[in-house]
């Protein structure tokens, strides 16, 4: 039996979100946080510089009719970090927030500010469908 190096790392999937966006991305436990972003920056034919991204775990804590969303004291995971620091699981899901566009890159990285709120549609059904008569 061949077992090259490539297949003893366990490969799995980690679902990012951004607003009514999900990105699948195949990771190992040993990749960084920046190479995810790396990966949804590809996803974005690199219109969004990973530097320009945050990402955050989702919190434990969420209902059934709300999607688990990162509490304002969870701060953004570092680049440097591995999803296995963090101990992220396959099928895991991760939010991304990108750097809003009217801010430079000399403002303040930290102020959160700069950045977007992190904000999910919910299911199609709570989107106004085509037969919405609108006003």
């Given at each position: 039996m061949n077992t090259s190096n490539s297949s003893t790392k366990k490969q799995m999937y980690v679902r990012i979100k951004r607003r009514n966006q999900t990105f699948f991305i195949q990771a190992n436990r040993s990749d960084t946080i920046f190479h995810l972003k790396d990966?949804?920056?590809?996803?974005?034919n690199n219109e969004i510089?990973?530097?320009k991204m945050r990402l955050y775990l989702s919190s434990t804590t969420s209902?059934?009719?709300s999607p688990p969303i990162p509490t304002p004291s969870s701060p953004p995971l570092p680049?440097?970090?591995?999803?296995?620091?963090?101990d992220v699981k396959n099928d895991a899901i991760l939010f991304v927030v990108f750097r809003k566009p009217e801010m430079s890159e000399d403002d303040d990285d930290d102020g959160e500010l700069c950045w977007e709120d992190v904000e999910l549609y919910g299911p199609a059904s709570s989107l106004p469908s085509a037969d919405t008569p609108s006003m």
């Open positions: 990966e949804i920056s590809n996803a974005l510089s990973p530097r209902s059934k009719d680049d440097s970090a591995t999803l296995a620091d963090h």
